[in-house]
């Protein structure tokens, strides 16, 4: 019997303002989208943020046992700078300035990316798609829309028609938008626009001479607008309709009601069960904004290189920080905040490790079943993983308890405390034990100079002094320091 059949998970859905229990479309699967990182600058700590949160999502449905499809995307173009239409490309932007190919700046960042995601135990999603390998099957989506007779073509771009769109279907139903109110409160339409509505978004945009990215296309030499690439990856691997759909809450609008515009207008189907949103990080109160300094990024937390902190964080700790806010919650990160985690990090992690010299005892002073099934209960609602934090803190102070023998566990007991523990500290939310990985890197360490020590006393002994002064001397070029001495050889790192 899988995990997942015990229990039952409630999602906030942003469409229908709820929380629901997931219902899979398919028996035991769960197909996953996520709105990627555009790649045209280094990951911020807010982006972070909502991927950590996603990580968690995967990583829990999968610890329940579903087969989980996780896709999520690599913006690589077509991202419009502020979302206008008649803006540049931010990546081809970016490019000029720094006088490189587009192609260097998406993998610079790309690799970034993956670099801190794996900094902080994230785990890759199942496919990672690109927009800009996917352009066929975006021209193959506008082909279809304009059938449907929802889109037209204006000088070689072509513009999804939000008004005809919304006379059969709801536009500005995710974010609770009603069209006339935007129609209202739009301004009148630059005479240079080609849209006949402000609210249109573009499909497709003819390329300028000068733009570096362009693909040819029935209507022009140009590039997909950026809600697309999601609609065309999203269907291509999890079908016209699939599970959940995640992402930073600033993409609602209009990126996510975009989506469903596009897959409704194509598909005739409302393309997603369950949409998910997280929420933003702010710092010291403030929004986090490269223009204001107010803002860190991933390796200056991991270095302690930034004014706004007095030292390095690991990336563990940040996320165990992230974790003890709700996802739905708007998070202020700060040193002060970000030490507190720290301390209750480690005391997890110091709880967790004794469990193991814990002496059993006839019978269990503490309902471990029970307590248990209340770390599933926070996770089922909703992920709520500050609730699911604070059971295992509950767990550490018996496990404290226990160790001055003012309680006792059994046999049983502990095997499943320590079990569940493990199960939630490093399945579910993917913690790494500091003192563990530095404890076993050292013992690997000393191991391996043990052996070379040995090699260079029987090159010694054999009267190989070529070999002897190589292995002392090369030791110390990565720096460790051999010392002979009456009692053998003994060494220093230096
Ligand atoms: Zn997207």
Known sequence: MKLYEQQDISIYNSLTKTKEILQPIHQGAIGMYVCGPTVYSNVHMGNCRTFLSFDLVF??????????????NITDAGHLENDADEGEDRIAKKARIEAIEPMEV??????????VMHSFNALP?????????????????????LEQGFAYEKNGSVYFDVLKFNESHQYGKLSGRQLEDMIANTRELA????????????????????HIMRWPSPWSDGFPGWHLECTAMSTKYLGNKFDIHGGGMDLKFPHHECEIAQAEACNHENPVNVWMHANMLTLNGKKMAKSTGNNILPNELFTGNNDLLSKAFPPVVAKFFMYQAHYRSILDFSNDALEASEKGYHRLMDAYRSISELTPSVKSDYNIDEWRQSCYDAMNDDFNSPILIAQLFEAAKWINTVKEDKAGLTKGDLDLLQQTMHNFLFDVMGLIDLSDNA?????KLSGTIDLLIELRNQARANKDFATSDQIRDQLLEVGIQLKDGKEGTSYSLI
Not at 59 to 72: D, E, T
Not at 137 to 143: A, G
Not at 191 to 209: G, I, M, R, V
Not at 439 to 443: D, I, P, T, V, Y
């Open 59 to 72: 990583r829990y449905l999968k610890h329940l046992g579903y087969k989980v499809r996780y896709v999520r």
């Open 106 to 115: 998406v993998q610079r960042y790309t690799v970034d990316f993956h670099t």
């Open 125 to 145: 999603p199942s496919i990672e798609p690109t927009a800009t390998g996917h352009i066929i099957e975006q021209i193959e989506i506008i082909q279809n829309i």
């Open 191 to 210: 005479a240079q626009s080609e849209k006949k509505n402000a609210q249109d978004f573009a499909l497709w945009k003819k390329a300028e001479p000068q």
């Open 439 to 443: 404890n076993s890197n050292g013992e």
